[in-house]
């Protein structure tokens, strides 16, 4: 009981500073804001089917997470906090499987806590949190998957069957295939340490079938009006990002090896040294085995993928938090101080650049209070060592919870208040709203913006020169439609429309660029220019 309300402490904690100001800043570009605008356009219209950015169909994944974002604005608005609320909801369910899968294999309720706690302190999952992707609830279903089949193979109960396919059908319906790479590398291990229940029966049919039905849905709905569409998504959206630079996203081999420890600190180099300490632990047909392969296997596999964004892996992370958490709770007091060293050095330094940044010239406004916020975390965590002589192991566990908490709220903090420097736009929104000018035609330079359409929540118009940003897929159009708000100014009909929009009051923003020679003609229409951050606007 008092491990359950602990743990009931903690979720109510992290909740509160995931929620905290989620929504004290606009959407950043360009992942968050193309999310949050997609979601934005299907709520409009209401249309669930077909994404749409910036008025051109984009099917570049399933719509899901587009999906649940339109719900979060018919209960919140639209608005940075419906965008990114279920965002948070997706981090504190991860919480919660982690601890019971945790619980699950090792059958403790301190390990199961302290893998949760771990968990959460990882940068990544915070970078998730505040960034809306398809990754935080690619990373929900994959655990979801997982802890049902592990309670499905220990318990034989029927119904944790259909859950773990179900899971991974709206795993599916997030991201794709990709949903397959964790669960599977963890069950083929996991499998031969736990013998099953039953034997194949009608059940794994019928369950299969369930994930089939559900998961095939969306793509057989638009095949069927499309035969292309199919081609499409299991060819460049799927085998061209793997083997293929088919969105500018190459990145080294050595990308997710080099920043994999990074995004994963402190508690990757405690994961260093707690497994070169009990390499004894890691036979072929064990627990431990099982979680490591989970996470070595597909960090190699994102690896050898021509596509990568370091939150592809955050899925991995889950299996990392569990194994740590064990192998943790099995080292001795003495070799504890070693961990203890890594965590309290790693937030140690992390605290004292939080209290000398307000006063270092960083281009980044960072309030002073930070600064003295800093100061009494500090203070806190030096009296938690204190007086916890009896609970050595738990000082960095709470050490990393404390420092989670500050820094989750902080970022927050520092975003709300850098939101032109961190490329999110909403004071420019802010402005034209204020200024009355929302209602006019908007007209974005060479550059793709959805966080521009999004704080107006309207559709505006993209003057592409050139920029491949604004190469867009309109191979699935079924009318011109799409042409009022993407206008070619590399031909002559693209020209003329332009001159025929800025024949009435419009306005025009540039980003991080200047008009050509070509187009002096264009800033002479307006009678104002007011330069913000990296934008400049003429009305």
């Given at each position: 009981?008092?491990?359950?309300?602990?743990?009931?402490?903690?979720?109510?904690?992290?909740?509160?500073?995931?929620?905290?100001?989620?929504?004290?800043?606009?959407?950043?570009?360009?992942?968050?804001?193309?999310?949050?605008?997609?979601?934005?356009?299907?709520?409009?219209?209401?249309?669930?089917?077909?994404?749409?950015?910036?008025?051109?169909?984009?099917?570049?994944?399933?719509?899901?997470?587009?999906?649940?974002?339109a719900l979060g604005y018919k209960i919140f608005g639209t608005n940075a906090f419906g965008a990114r609320f279920f965002l948070q909801l997706a981090i504190l369910l991860q919480l919660v499987l982690v601890y019971r899968l945790s619980f699950l294999l090792f059958d403790n309720k301190k390990?199961?806590?302290?893998?949760?706690?771990?968990?959460?302190?990882?940068?990544?999952?915070?970078?998730?949190?505040?960034?809306?992707?398809?990754?935080?609830?690619?990373?929900?279903?994959?655990?979801?998957?997982?802890?049902?089949?592990?309670?499905?193979?220990?318990?034989?109960?029927?119904?944790?069957?259909?859950?773990?396919?179900?899971?991974?059908?709206?795993?599916?319906?997030?991201?794709?295939?990709?949903?397959?790479?964790?669960?599977?590398?963890?069950?083929?291990?996991?499998?031969?340490?736990?013998?099953?229940?039953?034997?194949?029966?009608?059940?794994?049919?019928?369950?299969?079938?369930?994930?089939?039905?559900?998961?095939?849905?969306?793509?057989?709905?638009?095949?069927?009006?499309?035969?292309?569409?199919?081609?499409?998504?299991?060819?460049?959206?799927?085998?061209?990002?793997?083997?293929?630079?088919?969105?500018?996203?190459?990145?080294?081999?050595?990308?997710?090896?080099?920043?994999?420890?990074?995004?994963?600190?402190?508690?990757?180099?405690?994961?260093?040294?707690?497994?070169?300490?009990?390499?004894?632990?890691?036979?072929?047909?064990?627990?431990?085995?099982?979680?490591?392969?989970?996470?070595?296997?597909?960090?190699?596999?994102?690896?050898?993928?021509?596509?990568?964004?370091?939150?592809?892996?955050?899925?991995?992370?889950?299996?990392?938090?569990?194994?740590?958490?064990?192998?943790?709770?099995?080292?001795?007091?003495?070799?504890?101080?070693?961990?203890?060293?890594?965590?309290?050095?790693?937030?140690?330094?992390?605290?004292?650049?939080?209290?000398?940044?307000?006063?270092?010239?960083?281009?980044?406004?960072?309030?002073?209070?930070?600064?003295?916020?800093?100061?009494?975390?500090?203070?806190?965590?030096?009296?938690?060592?204190?007086?916890?002589?009896?609970e050595v192991k738990f000082k960095p566990i709470i050490a990393s919870f404390v420092v989670t908490t500050f820094l989750l709220i902080s970022a927050t903090t520092i975003l709300a208040k850098n939101e032109l420097k961190v490329n999110a736009s909403k004071p420019v929104t802010d402005f034209?709203?204020?200024?009355?000018?929302?209602?006019?035609?908007?007209?974005?330079?060479?550059?793709?913006?959805?966080?521009?359409?999004?704080?107006?929540?309207?559709?505006?118009?993209?003057?592409?020169?050139?920029?491949?940003?604004?190469?867009?897929?309109?191979?699935?159009?079924?009318?011109?439609?799409?042409?009022?708000?993407?206008?070619?100014?590399?031909?002559?009909?693209?020209?003329?429309?332009?001159?025929?929009?800025?024949?009435?009051?419009?306005?025009?923003?540039?980003?991080?660029?200047?008009?050509?020679?070509?187009?002096?003609?264009?800033?002479?229409?307006?009678?104002?220019?007011?330069?913000?951050?990296?934008?400049?606007?003429?009305?």
């Amino acid at each position: 009981m008092r491990s359950k309300l602990t743990f009931n402490i903690f979720l109510i904690i992290a909740a509160i500073s995931l929620l905290i100001n989620v929504g004290s800043y606009g959407v950043i570009e360009s992942s968050d804001a193309r999310y949050a605008e997609i979601g934005r356009a299907m709520h409009a219209s209401g249309d669930f089917m077909h994404p749409n950015l910036l008025d051109v169909h984009h099917y570049h994944k399933p719509p899901f997470t587009y999906q649940i974002t339109a719900l979060g604005y018919k209960i919140f608005g639209t608005n940075a906090f419906g965008a990114r609320f279920f965002l948070q909801l997706a981090i504190l369910l991860q919480l919660v499987l982690v601890y019971r899968l945790s619980f699950l294999l090792f059958d403790n309720k301190k390990t199961a806590l302290w893998s949760a706690i771990i968990y959460f302190s990882f940068p990544l999952v915070l970078v998730s949190s505040r960034n809306l992707t398809t990754d935080a609830f690619l990373a929900t279903f994959a655990l979801l998957s997982i802890y049902s089949w592990v309670r499905y193979r220990k318990s034989g109960v029927i119904k944790w069957l259909y859950a773990f396919t179900i899971s991974l059908a709206l795993g599916f319906l997030t991201k794709g295939p990709v949903i397959f790479i964790v669960p599977v590398i963890f069950i083929l291990f996991y499998n031969r340490t736990e013998k099953a229940k039953h034997r194949f029966s009608f059940h794994h049919i019928a369950a299969w079938t369930f994930f089939l039905v559900i998961a095939a849905s969306w793509f057989v709905y638009l095949g069927y009006h499309n035969p292309a569409f199919l081609d499409y998504f299991l060819g460049k959206q799927t085998a061209d990002r793997f083997s293929k630079n088919a969105f500018g996203r190459t990145e080294p081999f050595w990308y997710f090896l080099a920043f994999a420890p990074l995004v994963g600190l402190p508690w990757f180099l405690a994961a260093v040294y707690l497994v070169k300490e009990q390499k004894q632990l890691f036979k072929t047909k064990t627990i431990h085995f099982a979680l490591f392969m989970a996470f070595v296997i597909p960090l190699v596999f994102f690896s050898i993928s021509s596509s990568k964004r370091i939150l592809y892996i955050l899925p991995l992370y889950s299996m990392l938090a569990v194994l740590i958490a064990d192998l943790f709770s099995k080292i001795t007091v003495e070799k504890t101080k070693i961990i203890n060293g890594i965590v309290l050095g790693f937030y140690g330094l992390l605290l004292l650049a939080f209290m000398v940044a307000p006063f270092v010239d960083t281009g980044m406004n960072i309030p002073y209070y930070l600064a003295i916020a800093s100061c009494l975390v500090a203070i806190f965590i030096f009296l938690l060592y204190t007086s916890l002589k009896d609970e050595v192991k738990f000082k960095p566990i709470i050490a990393s919870f404390v420092v989670t908490t500050f820094l989750l709220i902080s970022a927050t903090t520092i975003l709300a208040k850098n939101e032109l420097k961190v490329n999110a736009s909403k004071p420019v929104t802010d402005f034209l709203i204020e200024e009355d000018l929302a209602s006019r035609d908007i007209l974005v330079y060479n550059t793709r913006k959805p966080s521009i359409a999004f704080g107006l929540n309207k559709s505006i118009i993209s003057l592409y020169d050139g920029h491949h940003s604004l190469n867009r897929e309109t191979q699935f159009e079924t009318d011109a439609a799409w042409k009022k708000h993407l206008l070619n100014l590399k031909d002559a009909e693209g020209f003329e429309k332009l001159e025929q929009l800025v024949a009435k009051p419009t306005v025009l923003l540039l980003y991080k660029k200047q008009l050509p020679e070509k187009l002096n003609w264009l800033a002479e229409k307006y009678a104002h220019k007011k330069v913000m951050g990296k934008w400049v606007v003429y009305y």
